[in-house]
């Protein structure tokens, strides 16, 4: 296999988790990326689904970024919330 160096500028917290992962499992960063660029070369396109939010979840958004919306302390709250 023959390779050439690549330079990319990535968000710095997805970085940053997915390099956690990347180590998790066993993973060199260069190694995780190369099996990216494969599966996507093999698939003949992204290997999983990208989705535009349908419009509840767009307007779910809408309502978070603009400071509205039900906020929990804890996830027991939220479930608790949720019970009927």
């Known amino acids: ?25 066993g993973l060199k960063p260069t190694q995780a990326i190369n099996l990216f660029l494969r599966q996507v070369a093999l698939r003949g396109g992204l290997p999983f689904d ?21 906020r929990y302390k804890t996830s027991q709250q939220m479930f608790d919330d949720l019970s009927i």
């Open 1 to 25: 296999m023959m390779t050439e160096p690549t330079s990319l500028r990535l968000d710095i917290e997805a970085k940053k988790q997915a390099y956690a992962i990347f180590k998790a499992v």
């Open 50 to 70: 990208i989705k535009v939010p349908n419009t509840e979840t767009t307007e779910a958004i809408k309502e978070l970024k603009s400071g509205k919306g039900e």
